[in-house]
């Protein structure tokens, strides 16, 4: 009886079900059906403001690069917005992958964001202020964000398995440790005394080259863009092809089943979460030795949060995330202009992001709702029930 | 025809790649029993389910009361005085008897004049009054969690009563009950019918419809064959009608040709997650060829030895050797590779990933062998042609072959899936764990002479069962669990089934 209400199956719910089609067919139409659902509360949002949406959302795709603004400054155009913005994707896609991998195995990892600072951190001691020409310095930056970032992975799942702790617990604890001890780490021993941030790392540690002069223009060369997609397509190769992935899988979908058939669960797990360590470390590096050039102490970035939705709304899929992170970018990257051009405060942009972040998480949600209720239509055994109105079933 | 207080008329209920009902109709007298039977898979479920508003028909329309409705959600079963008992009982754990009861409906009262509250010492008098009206005696002060399942299903029975229900469908009432248990069900049942109920139901249990009910319709494949009157009809053509061929009652067992010792057992002791000790020092072994059964009632240890062998669970004391290797502390990869198979009890949960496809699981414990991984990466050739070949093998059949998810798939053919793969791994023990819960007589049929001809191979099997009839019928030696210890170990031919029944209720403790 506990489950009254969702036992009446309504005729507008098989409708909506049909339109969503089967479950492959969901997996796109339910981040698009998000999508749609953002939009329209960001338009009721700018409504609001008396200002047209129309605009305001084309304003978000001039302000990112991919529609031309009516005029540029000097040495700026489209290409100059276009990479600025894909320079700010690059560390979202790796954290967004990071969230998907351990999700493949049945964990949460919030630390995305604790993991991208060590990593960044260490990155940045080690070779970002050291001499080194940028053919060894970069790749070696590469490799220190995903050492670090997966060793910190690998010790939460290690916590998980050896002490049950939960991963979300043990994640957001550490988090602040390491917000704590690398700010006071940077203000004793690294702080740049005029931007009152870390110092700035070599330019040829940086894996973003910056103000390049080509073509009569001033652009940042996001370099790291380039191992975006390739990595994309190994997580998908991991997951989907390789004794590994379908391990964590399991692991994931039944744990039962999964000591059952004799794997190690303990291992894969602390396996899985180095994985998405790693691959946050890499997100770590592109963010504070790419898209920035130094840390600000006592700061998280948001990049490890944001990606977790970046990651539900791409149905943690590698593919479906390199499109939902390429939307969150051009609408965060966007909001500035946006903002300007219809003179709309700063913060509403930021509201609208969220707003959209919100309804991509709702995504899931969605999803949830929609295998629940189809559940109920194939259910053999369908479930007792009584609502309070017995003619529940006959409206719309 | 106002006699008739249910009809269902030519109802044909399709899913995809499978009709569920074909053209089935059948009508129910009002205060009678009326039995549907039928084999796992054969629409009952799923006719039942239209009845109370889970599907509607696609084609077909139902009466109830010589009027036409649609019925198109419990809620509005219900309000027709339709109530349901469902397999899985659908009980909040942690509310009381009247609170699970009256959920939903709540009698309201204002605490103080004032605060909206729920009357909930009125509703347990009443509760009280209407178990004992109905012979269904409950606490109604009880938490769900602390009652057994007897009494659960006494509560889901009070829930339907509560709501004045005057049709009630049971859904395989029987297949959690112990045979005394059982007993006392179709008592309640025969008794509702007496107060002026019409009663539907579902069952592949033949005995039981011999027992109570008046009608049987008997479904096959989706298809209606018949419907007779229960007195009239033996056992045996019912039978043959629902699986739609000759069935044997008895196995043809050939005799024991016993070989070397294979699994040793000395002194094994389990505890369990809260460190109680479930398994208490027990010993006992299984040659090749050998079919060692132990039985009991549920709960008394059985699964955590099993679980102990395979390595699922924590030793505590003792040894387990197989083959004169001692595995009392190898993992469960290793223990297989060993030569162990293992058919869990909860098929769903342990058995199969179910959101896996067949071919998925059915690889599931060679995987990360040749040819199904080289260098660490999967051959999807090699999962499908091994998929193909055991489904065909062991006529696993599913919707859309080997790539149908298995969550989609029937009881019966999940359980096959799981036995063609742990026959497969060539294993010399094999384990089977409760092998034919909830499964038909064909199904059943089947898995029996599966398990014979293993034995027949020279494999040692140890067989855990709660169906009493089902040890008899195949063991070779049987142990009797109670509590943890194990109470007797005899050759089978020397026990009689009431001897093991009364070993089973800890009465002969030795």
């Given at each position: 009886?506990?489950?009254?209400?969702?036992?009446?199956?309504?005729?507008?719910?098989?409708?909506?079900?049909?339109?969503?089609?089967?479950?492959?067919?969901?997996?796109?139409?339910?981040?698009?059906?998000?999508?749609?659902?953002?939009?329209?509360?960001?338009?009721?949002?700018?409504?609001?403001?008396?200002?047209?949406?129309?605009?305001?959302?084309?304003?978000?795709?001039?302000?990112?690069?991919?529609?031309?603004?009516?005029?540029?400054?000097?040495?700026?155009?489209?290409?100059?917005?276009?990479?600025?913005?894909?320079?700010?994707?690059?560390?979202?896609?790796?954290?967004?992958?990071?969230?998907?991998?351990?999700?493949?195995?049945?964990?949460?990892?919030?630390?995305?964001?604790?993991?991208?600072?060590?990593?960044?951190?260490?990155?940045?001691?080690?070779?970002?202020?050291?001499?080194?020409?940028?053919?060894?310095?970069?790749?070696?930056?590469?490799?220190?964000?995903?050492?670090?970032?997966?060793?910190?992975?690998?010790?939460?799942?290690?916590?998980?398995?050896?002490?049950?702790?939960?991963?979300?617990?043990?994640?957001?604890?550490?988090?602040?440790?390491?917000?704590?001890?690398?700010?006071?780490?940077?203000?004793?021993?690294?702080?740049?005394?005029?931007?009152?941030?870390?110092?700035?790392?070599?330019?040829?540690?940086?894996?973003?080259?910056?103000?390049?002069?080509?073509?009569?223009?001033?652009?940042?060369?996001?370099?790291?863009?380039?191992?975006?997609?390739?990595?994309?397509?190994?997580?998908?190769?991991?997951?989907?092809?390789?004794?590994?992935?379908?391990?964590?899988?399991?692991?994931?979908?039944?744990?039962?089943?999964?000591?059952?058939?004799?794997?190690?669960?303990?291992?894969?797990?602390?396996?899985?979460?180095?994985?998405?360590?790693?691959?946050?470390?890499?997100?770590?590096?592109?963010?504070?030795?790419?898209?920035?050039?130094?840390?600000?102490?006592?700061?998280?970035?948001?990049?490890?949060?944001?990606?977790?939705?970046?990651?539900?709304?791409?149905?943690?899929?590698?593919?479906?995330?390199?499109?939902?992170?390429?939307?969150?970018?051009?609408?965060?990257?966007?909001?500035?202009?946006?903002?300007?051009?219809?003179?709309?405060?700063?913060?509403?942009?930021?509201?609208?992001?969220?707003?959209?972040?919100?309804?991509?998480?709702?995504?899931?949600?969605?999803?949830?709702?929609?295998?629940?209720?189809?559940?109920?239509?194939?259910?053999?055994?369908?479930?007792?029930?009584?609502?309070?109105?017995?003619?529940?079933?006959?409206?719309? | 025809?106002?006699e008739?207080?249910?009809?269902?008329?030519?109802?044909?209920?399709?899913?995809?790649?499978?009709?569920?009902?074909?053209?089935?109709?059948i009508a129910v007298k009002k205060g009678e029993i009326f039995a549907l039977l039928?084999?796992?898979?054969?629409?009952?479920?799923?006719?039942?389910?239209?009845?109370?508003?889970?599907?509607?028909?696609?084609?077909?329309?139902?009466?109830?009361?010589?009027?036409?409705?649609?019925?198109?959600?419990?809620?509005?079963?219900?309000?027709?005085?339709?109530?349901?008992?469902?397999?899985?009982?659908?009980?909040?754990?942690?509310?009381?008897?009247?609170?699970?009861?009256?959920?939903?409906?709540?009698?309201?009262?204002?605490?103080?004049?004032?605060?909206?509250?729920?009357?909930?010492?009125?509703?347990?008098?009443?509760?009280?009054?209407?178990?004992?009206?109905?012979?269904?005696?409950?606490?109604?002060?009880?938490?769900?969690?602390?009652?057994?399942?007897?009494?659960?299903?006494?509560?889901?029975?009070?829930?339907?009563?509560?709501?004045?229900?005057?049709?009630?469908?049971?859904?395989?009432?029987?297949?959690?009950?112990?045979?005394?248990?059982?007993d006392?069900?179709l008592d309640?049942i025969r008794e509702l019918r007496n107060?002026?109920?019409t009663i539907i139901l579902?069952t592949?249990k033949l005995e039981e419809i011999k027992k109570v009910a008046d009608r049987c319709a008997i479904?096959?494949?989706?298809?209606?064959v018949g419907v007779m009157d229960v007195a009239a009809t033996s056992t045996k053509a019912m039978a043959n009608l629902m699986?739609?061929?000759?069935?044997?009652?008895?196995?043809?067992?050939?005799?024991?040709?016993?070989?070397?010792?294979?699994?040793?057992?000395?002194?094994?002791?389990?505890?369990?997650?809260?460190?109680?000790?479930?398994?208490?020092?027990?010993?006992?072994?299984?040659?090749?060829?050998?079919?060692?059964?132990?039985?009991?009632?549920?709960?008394?240890?059985?699964?955590?030895?099993?679980?102990?062998?395979?390595?699922?669970?924590?030793?505590?004391?003792?040894?387990?050797?197989?083959?004169?290797?001692?595995?009392?502390?190898?993992?469960?990869?290793?223990?297989?590779?060993?030569?162990?198979?293992?058919?869990?009890?909860?098929?769903?949960?342990?058995?199969?990933?179910?959101?896996?496809?067949?071919?998925?699981?059915?690889?599931?414990?060679?995987?990360?062998?040749?040819?199904?991984?080289?260098?660490?990466?999967?051959?999807?050739?090699?999962?499908?042609?091994?998929?193909?070949?055991?489904?065909?093998?062991?006529?696993?059949?599913?919707?859309?072959?080997?790539?149908?998810?298995?969550?989609?798939?029937?009881?019966?053919?999940?359980?096959?899936?799981?036995?063609?793969?742990?026959?497969?791994?060539?294993?010399?023990?094999?384990?089977?764990?409760?092998?034919?819960?909830?499964?038909?007589?064909?199904?059943?049929?089947?898995?029996?002479?599966?398990?014979?001809?293993?034995?027949?191979?020279?494999?040692?099997?140890?067989?855990?069962?709660?169906?009493?009839?089902?040890?008899?019928?195949?063991?070779?030696?049987?142990?009797?669990?109670?509590?943890?210890?194990?109470?007797?170990?005899?050759?089978?031919?020397?026990?009689?089934?009431?001897?093991?029944?009364?070993?089973?209720?800890?009465?002969?403790?030795?």
């Open positions: 009886m506990n489950k009254e209400r969702e036992t009446a199956v309504k005729p507008l719910t098989r409708g909506f079900l049909k339109i969503l089609g089967d479950e492959k067919r969901q997996s796109i139409s339910i981040p698009l059906f998000a999508i749609l659902l953002s939009i329209l509360a960001g338009a009721i949002v700018i409504l609001l403001f008396g200002k047209n949406p129309i605009t305001a959302f084309l304003s978000f795709l001039q302000g990112s690069g991919i529609l031309p603004k009516p005029d540029y400054a000097a040495k700026k155009s489209m290409l100059t917005d276009l990479l600025s913005m894909i320079n700010m994707l690059t560390p979202m896609i790796f954290a967004a992958l990071a969230v998907a991998v351990a999700l493949k195995t049945g964990l949460f990892n919030i630390g995305v964001s604790g993991q991208m600072l060590v990593a960044g951190f260490v990155a940045s001691v080690t070779v970002g202020y050291s001499a080194l020409p940028a053919a060894i310095a970069m790749p070696l930056v590469l490799i220190v964000g995903l050492v670090c970032g997966g060793a910190v992975g690998a010790l939460i799942g290690w916590l998980k398995h050896r002490f049950n702790i939960n991963e979300v617990v043990a994640s957001i604890m550490l988090n602040y440790i390491f917000q704590y001890v690398i700010s006071f780490l940077i203000n004793t021993y690294y702080v740049n005394q005029v931007s009152r941030q870390s110092q700035p790392v070599s330019a040829a540690a940086r894996l973003t080259l910056v103000d390049v002069q080509a073509f009569g223009l001033k652009m940042d060369i996001p370099l790291a863009f380039l191992l975006t997609i390739p990595t994309a397509l190994l997580v998908l190769f991991l997951l989907n092809r390789t004794r590994l992935g379908y391990e964590l899988k399991i692991v994931g979908l039944n744990r039962r089943a999964a000591k059952y058939a004799g794997i190690n669960v303990g291992k894969s797990m602390v396996s899985s979460m180095a994985i998405s360590g790693a691959l946050a470390g890499l997100a770590g590096v592109t963010l504070y030795l790419g898209y920035y050039n130094s840390i600000q102490p006592r700061v998280l970035t948001s990049v490890g949060f944001d990606s977790i939705a970046v990651c539900l709304l791409g149905n943690s899929h590698p593919i479906g995330i390199l499109f939902s992170s390429l939307l969150i970018t051009v609408i965060s990257k966007g909001s500035n202009y946006m903002s300007s051009m219809m003179n709309i405060p700063q913060e509403i942009a930021q509201v609208i992001t969220g707003l959209i972040l919100l309804f991509s998480a709702c995504g899931a949600y969605i999803k949830y709702r929609v295998s629940q209720a189809r559940e109920e239509l194939s259910d053999v055994k369908p479930k007792t029930g009584k609502a309070s109105k017995a003619e529940g079933g006959d409206k719309a | 025809m106002d008739y207080i249910v009809e269902m008329r030519h109802i044909t209920k399709r899913f995809p790649g499978i009709v569920a009902n074909d053209d089935v109709s039928g084999e796992n898979g054969a629409g009952k479920s799923t006719l039942m389910s239209m009845l109370f508003g889970m599907y509607e028909p696609d084609e077909g329309e139902i009466l109830i009361r010589g009027e036409k409705v649609h019925i198109t959600s419990p809620a509005h079963a219900t309000a027709l005085s339709i109530g349901m008992v469902h397999q899985h009982f659908k009980l909040v754990e942690n509310y009381t008897i009247t609170e699970n009861i009256v959920l939903g409906q709540e009698p309201p009262k204002r605490f103080l004049g004032l605060l909206p509250a729920v009357d909930i010492k009125g509703s347990n008098k009443k509760i009280s009054e209407l178990s004992k009206r109905y012979g269904l005696e409950v606490d109604p002060t009880k938490k769900i969690e602390d009652i057994n399942v007897s009494t659960r299903q006494r509560v889901e029975i009070l829930k339907m009563l509560y709501r004045e229900a005057e049709i009630l469908i049971f859904d395989e009432p029987t297949a959690v009950l112990t045979p005394q248990e059982i006392f069900l309640i107060s002026g109920k579902i592949h479904l096959c494949r989706g298809k209606l699986v739609g061929r000759e069935v044997s009652f008895t196995l043809d067992k050939n005799p024991a040709k016993f070989g070397a010792e294979l699994l040793n057992i000395s002194n094994l002791s389990v505890k369990n997650q809260d460190g109680l000790t479930v398994v208490k020092n027990i010993s006992f072994s299984i040659r090749s060829g050998e079919i060692f059964a132990i039985a009991g009632v549920s709960g008394n240890g059985q699964t955590e030895v099993a679980d102990a062998i395979m390595g699922l669970m924590p030793v505590s004391g003792g040894t387990v050797m197989l083959g004169g290797k001692n595995i009392t502390n190898l993992s469960v990869r290793e223990r297989t590779l060993a030569g162990i198979s293992y058919i869990p009890e909860d098929r769903q949960e342990v058995g199969l990933v179910l959101d896996f496809t067949l071919a998925d699981n059915l690889a599931l414990k060679e995987y990360f062998k040749e040819p199904f991984c080289k260098n660490g990466v999967l051959q999807s050739e090699a999962f499908d042609d091994y998929g193909n070949k055991l489904a065909e093998e062991y006529d696993i059949r599913s919707g859309q072959g080997i790539k149908t998810v298995v969550r989609s798939m029937s009881g019966g053919n999940q359980q096959k899936a799981i036995i063609a793969r742990e026959i497969d791994l060539g294993s010399g023990l094999m384990i089977f764990v409760q092998p034919t819960r909830g499964l038909d007589i064909g199904a059943i049929e089947n898995i029996h002479r599966q398990i014979l001809a293993q034995r027949d191979e020279g494999k040692a099997i140890l067989l855990i069962s709660l169906e009493l009839d089902e040890i008899i019928g195949l063991a070779d030696t049987i142990g009797v669990m109670y509590s943890g210890e194990m109470l007797n170990i005899a050759p089978a031919e020397t026990l009689s089934a009431h001897q093991v029944g009364e070993y089973m209720m800890g009465v002969k403790a030795v």
